[in-house]
Protein backbone atom coordinates (compact mmCIF):
# COMPACT_ATOMS: atom_id res chain seq x y z
CA UNK A 1 0.00 0.00 0.00
CA UNK A 2 1.12 3.66 -0.60
CA UNK A 3 -0.08 6.40 1.40
CA UNK A 4 0.60 10.58 1.19
CA UNK A 5 -1.30 13.29 1.73
CA UNK A 6 -2.11 13.13 -1.69
CA UNK A 7 -3.47 9.97 -2.30
CA UNK A 8 -3.43 6.40 -1.08
CA UNK A 9 -3.51 3.05 -3.13
CA UNK A 10 -4.04 -0.57 -2.35
CA UNK A 11 -4.64 -3.54 -4.01
CA UNK A 12 -7.95 -5.32 -3.25
CA UNK A 13 -7.38 -9.14 -3.69
CA UNK A 14 -11.35 -9.98 -3.29
CA UNK A 15 -12.03 -7.80 -6.24
CA UNK A 16 -8.59 -8.15 -8.22
CA UNK A 17 -8.80 -4.19 -8.29
CA UNK A 18 -5.89 -1.51 -7.89
CA UNK A 19 -8.05 0.95 -6.01
CA UNK A 20 -6.12 4.30 -6.70
CA UNK A 21 -7.44 7.60 -4.57
CA UNK A 22 -6.57 11.11 -5.01
CA UNK A 23 -7.20 13.25 -1.53
CA UNK A 24 -6.64 16.27 -3.45
CA UNK A 25 -5.09 18.18 -6.13
CA UNK A 26 -1.36 16.91 -7.12
CA UNK A 27 1.49 17.66 -9.06
CA UNK A 28 4.66 16.52 -10.49
CA UNK A 29 6.03 13.98 -7.45
CA UNK A 30 3.67 14.71 -5.87
CA UNK A 31 1.28 13.31 -9.10
CA UNK A 32 3.93 10.63 -10.24
CA UNK A 33 4.86 8.88 -6.87
CA UNK A 34 1.72 7.73 -5.89
CA UNK A 35 0.80 6.98 -9.50
CA UNK A 36 4.27 4.72 -10.16
CA UNK A 37 3.06 2.79 -7.01
CA UNK A 38 -0.09 1.79 -8.28
CA UNK A 39 1.85 0.62 -11.75
CA UNK A 40 3.67 -1.61 -9.35
CA UNK A 41 0.56 -3.20 -8.00
CA UNK A 42 -0.87 -3.50 -11.31
CA UNK A 43 2.60 -4.93 -12.57
CA UNK A 44 2.33 -7.56 -9.37
CA UNK A 45 -1.27 -8.60 -9.75
CA UNK A 46 -1.43 -9.06 -13.83
CA UNK A 47 -4.91 -8.36 -15.47
CA UNK A 48 -6.38 -6.98 -12.50
CA UNK A 49 -8.93 -4.02 -12.30
CA UNK A 50 -7.56 0.23 -12.05
CA UNK A 51 -10.42 2.00 -10.44
CA UNK A 52 -9.59 5.74 -9.68
CA UNK A 53 -11.06 8.17 -7.31
CA UNK A 54 -10.90 11.18 -8.67
CA UNK A 55 -13.59 13.24 -6.80
CA UNK A 56 -11.14 15.22 -4.44
CA UNK A 57 -8.42 16.03 -6.68
CA UNK A 58 -7.01 15.20 -10.27
CA UNK A 59 -4.09 16.81 -11.92
CA UNK A 60 -3.77 19.49 -14.76
CA UNK A 61 -0.33 20.54 -15.10
CA UNK A 62 0.99 19.77 -18.66
CA UNK A 63 3.93 18.06 -17.84
CA UNK A 64 2.08 15.68 -15.91
CA UNK A 65 -0.39 15.28 -18.93
CA UNK A 66 2.40 14.34 -21.09
CA UNK A 67 4.75 12.14 -18.92
CA UNK A 68 1.22 10.18 -18.16
CA UNK A 69 0.33 9.92 -21.87
CA UNK A 70 4.12 8.64 -22.84
CA UNK A 71 4.80 6.81 -19.75
CA UNK A 72 2.14 5.58 -17.35
CA UNK A 73 -0.41 4.46 -20.13
CA UNK A 74 2.45 2.80 -21.94
CA UNK A 75 3.74 0.54 -19.13
CA UNK A 76 -0.08 0.18 -17.80
CA UNK A 77 -0.93 -1.58 -21.36
CA UNK A 78 1.84 -4.15 -20.47
CA UNK A 79 0.80 -5.63 -16.72
CA UNK A 80 -2.69 -6.55 -18.84
CA UNK A 81 -5.31 -4.10 -17.51
CA UNK A 82 -8.06 -3.62 -19.62
CA UNK A 83 -10.69 -1.74 -17.19
CA UNK A 84 -10.14 1.70 -15.83
CA UNK A 85 -12.21 3.07 -13.70
CA UNK A 86 -13.57 6.21 -12.42
CA UNK A 87 -15.29 7.64 -9.64
CA UNK A 88 -16.78 10.94 -10.43
CA UNK A 89 -20.25 12.61 -9.28
CA UNK A 90 -22.58 12.66 -12.83
CA UNK A 91 -21.35 16.46 -13.26
CA UNK A 92 -17.75 17.26 -12.59
CA UNK A 93 -15.61 19.75 -12.40
CA UNK A 94 -13.11 18.75 -13.91
CA UNK A 95 -15.05 17.26 -17.04
CA UNK A 96 -12.44 18.70 -19.35
CA UNK A 97 -9.06 16.76 -17.79
CA UNK A 98 -11.22 13.71 -17.40
CA UNK A 99 -12.76 13.79 -20.95
CA UNK A 100 -8.09 14.18 -22.32
CA UNK A 101 -7.92 11.10 -20.32
CA UNK A 102 -10.85 9.13 -21.23
CA UNK A 103 -10.36 9.79 -25.09
CA UNK A 104 -6.33 8.62 -24.90
CA UNK A 105 -7.27 5.58 -22.46
CA UNK A 106 -10.14 4.51 -24.27
CA UNK A 107 -7.40 3.63 -26.87
CA UNK A 108 -6.18 0.47 -25.20
CA UNK A 109 -8.49 0.25 -22.35
CA UNK A 110 -12.47 -0.07 -21.71
CA UNK A 111 -13.12 2.91 -19.59
CA UNK A 112 -16.06 2.90 -16.79
CA UNK A 113 -17.65 5.98 -15.07
CA UNK A 114 -19.81 5.50 -12.34
CA UNK A 115 -20.42 7.47 -8.86
CA UNK A 116 -18.97 4.67 -6.45
CA UNK A 117 -16.29 2.07 -6.09
CA UNK A 118 -19.63 -0.69 -5.76
CA UNK A 119 -20.95 0.85 -9.52
CA UNK A 120 -18.21 0.41 -11.43
CA UNK A 121 -17.61 -3.46 -9.98
CA UNK A 122 -21.71 -4.57 -11.16
CA UNK A 123 -20.79 -2.85 -14.41
CA UNK A 124 -17.31 -4.67 -15.04
CA UNK A 125 -19.07 -8.04 -13.89
CA UNK A 126 -22.75 -7.59 -14.16
CA UNK A 127 -23.42 -5.82 -17.05
CA UNK A 128 -24.04 -6.99 -20.65
CA UNK A 129 -23.91 -4.41 -23.49
CA UNK A 130 -25.80 -5.68 -26.74
CA UNK A 131 -25.35 -3.90 -30.07
CA UNK A 132 -28.60 -4.08 -32.80
CA UNK A 133 -30.27 -6.58 -30.86
CA UNK A 134 -32.72 -4.48 -29.51
CA UNK A 135 -36.57 -5.45 -30.19
CA UNK A 136 -39.85 -3.86 -30.61
CA UNK A 137 -40.76 -6.09 -27.09
CA UNK A 138 -37.71 -5.10 -25.22
CA UNK A 139 -38.14 -1.38 -26.17
CA UNK A 140 -41.46 -1.10 -25.32
CA UNK A 141 -40.88 -2.73 -21.52
CA UNK A 142 -37.87 -0.04 -20.93
CA UNK A 143 -39.84 2.98 -22.16
CA UNK A 144 -43.12 2.18 -20.18
CA UNK A 145 -40.63 1.92 -16.86
CA UNK A 146 -39.87 5.67 -17.32
CA UNK A 147 -42.37 7.40 -19.99
CA UNK A 148 -45.80 5.38 -19.29
CA UNK A 149 -47.34 4.10 -22.18
CA UNK A 150 -45.50 2.85 -24.77
CA UNK A 151 -46.35 2.81 -28.84
CA UNK A 152 -47.62 -0.49 -30.49
CA UNK A 153 -45.50 -3.06 -31.12
CA UNK A 154 -46.08 -2.84 -34.81
CA UNK A 155 -44.65 0.51 -34.89
CA UNK A 156 -41.56 -0.07 -32.50
CA UNK A 157 -40.65 -2.96 -35.04
CA UNK A 158 -40.81 -0.84 -38.43
CA UNK A 159 -38.49 1.47 -35.81
CA UNK A 160 -36.03 -0.96 -34.79
CA UNK A 161 -35.36 -2.04 -38.47
CA UNK A 162 -34.74 1.66 -39.80
CA UNK A 163 -32.53 2.44 -36.85
CA UNK A 164 -29.28 3.03 -37.92
CA UNK A 165 -27.51 1.53 -34.63
CA UNK A 166 -29.33 0.86 -31.26
CA UNK A 167 -27.30 -0.10 -28.00
CA UNK A 168 -29.08 -2.10 -24.97
CA UNK A 169 -27.59 -2.75 -21.41
CA UNK A 170 -28.93 -5.89 -19.19
CA UNK A 171 -28.19 -6.62 -15.79
CA UNK A 172 -28.15 -10.51 -16.04
CA UNK A 173 -31.53 -11.15 -18.74
CA UNK A 174 -32.91 -7.65 -17.34
CA UNK A 175 -32.68 -4.88 -19.76
CA UNK A 176 -31.36 -1.55 -17.81
CA UNK A 177 -30.60 0.91 -20.55
CA UNK A 178 -30.82 1.50 -24.13
CA UNK A 179 -30.48 4.34 -26.67
CA UNK A 180 -30.76 4.18 -30.43
CA UNK A 181 -29.46 6.38 -33.49
CA UNK A 182 -31.27 7.47 -36.99
CA UNK A 183 -30.55 9.54 -40.05
CA UNK A 184 -29.04 9.54 -42.90
CA UNK A 185 -25.07 9.04 -42.39
CA UNK A 186 -23.98 12.21 -44.57
CA UNK A 187 -25.27 14.94 -43.03
CA UNK A 188 -27.56 14.51 -40.11
CA UNK A 189 -27.62 12.02 -36.96
CA UNK A 190 -30.46 12.21 -34.31
CA UNK A 191 -30.06 10.32 -30.97
CA UNK A 192 -33.09 9.10 -30.05
CA UNK A 193 -34.73 7.32 -26.74
CA UNK A 194 -32.07 7.45 -24.05
CA UNK A 195 -33.52 5.64 -21.11
CA UNK A 196 -32.59 4.11 -18.56
CA UNK A 197 -34.37 2.19 -15.27
CA UNK A 198 -34.78 4.45 -12.76
CA UNK A 199 -33.37 2.36 -10.29
CA UNK A 200 -30.20 1.96 -12.07
CA UNK A 201 -29.53 5.79 -12.90
CA UNK A 202 -26.64 7.54 -11.67
CA UNK A 203 -24.51 4.75 -12.41
CA UNK A 204 -22.66 5.52 -15.54
CA UNK A 205 -25.08 4.12 -18.14
CA UNK A 206 -26.22 7.43 -19.52
CA UNK A 207 -22.82 8.25 -20.43
CA UNK A 208 -21.90 4.24 -21.81
CA UNK A 209 -24.61 4.94 -24.05
CA UNK A 210 -23.90 7.92 -25.71
CA UNK A 211 -19.94 7.40 -25.88
CA UNK A 212 -21.13 4.36 -28.22
CA UNK A 213 -23.59 6.09 -30.01
CA UNK A 214 -20.78 8.77 -30.57
CA UNK A 215 -18.64 6.29 -31.06
CA UNK A 216 -20.70 4.81 -34.16
CA UNK A 217 -21.06 7.92 -35.90
CA UNK A 218 -17.25 8.52 -35.82
CA UNK A 219 -16.51 5.05 -37.26
CA UNK A 220 -19.47 5.64 -40.13
CA UNK A 221 -19.32 9.16 -40.50
CA UNK A 222 -17.64 11.28 -43.69
CA UNK A 223 -13.92 11.70 -42.26
CA UNK A 224 -12.34 15.24 -42.15
CA UNK A 225 -16.59 16.45 -41.82
CA UNK A 226 -18.49 17.98 -39.84
CA UNK A 227 -21.80 16.39 -39.08
CA UNK A 228 -25.00 17.46 -37.10
CA UNK A 229 -25.35 15.23 -34.13
CA UNK A 230 -28.76 16.11 -32.60
CA UNK A 231 -30.84 14.83 -29.81
CA UNK A 232 -33.53 16.78 -27.71
CA UNK A 233 -33.27 16.60 -23.90
CA UNK A 234 -35.60 17.67 -20.78
CA UNK A 235 -33.91 21.50 -19.03
CA UNK A 236 -32.86 19.01 -16.25
CA UNK A 237 -30.94 16.58 -18.57
CA UNK A 238 -29.20 19.27 -20.36
CA UNK A 239 -26.00 19.74 -18.00
CA UNK A 240 -25.47 15.69 -19.26
CA UNK A 241 -25.36 16.22 -22.83
CA UNK A 242 -23.77 19.19 -22.43
CA UNK A 243 -20.56 17.27 -21.30
CA UNK A 244 -20.67 15.60 -24.50
CA UNK A 245 -20.27 18.86 -26.29
CA UNK A 246 -23.94 19.45 -27.14
CA UNK A 247 -25.36 22.71 -26.69
CA UNK A 248 -29.00 24.54 -27.24
CA UNK A 249 -29.48 27.66 -29.58
CA UNK A 250 -32.25 29.83 -30.02
CA UNK A 251 -34.23 27.40 -32.60
CA UNK A 252 -37.20 25.73 -30.91
CA UNK A 253 -38.39 22.26 -31.09
CA UNK A 254 -41.81 22.06 -33.26
CA UNK A 255 -43.31 18.44 -32.87
CA UNK A 256 -47.01 17.23 -34.08
CA UNK A 257 -48.26 13.76 -33.30
CA UNK A 258 -49.64 13.21 -36.43
CA UNK A 259 -52.92 10.64 -36.74
CA UNK A 260 -52.39 8.26 -39.80
CA UNK A 261 -55.80 7.44 -41.14
Known sequence: MFESEFAKTEYIEKDNVVFHVWRKEAHFDNYRNPVIA????????????????ARNGFEDVKE???????????????????????????????????DLWTKEIEKNFRVIRAES???????????????????????????????????????????????????SVFD?????????????????????DVIVRPEYQGKGLGRILI???LKYIDENGVKDTNIAVELCAMPDKIPFYEKFGFHSNEAQRLRIMYHVN
Open 172 to 192: EDKIIAMARVIGDKGLCYYIK
Open 117 to 167: YEDILKQVNDYKIRYNELNAEEFCLLWESVWGQPPTLEQTRLAMENTLFRI
Open 38 to 53: SLEMLREHKNSIFIVD
Open 211 to 213: NEL
Open 64 to 98: DVEWGFSFFLPELKKTGCTVWGFILPEVSDIEGEI
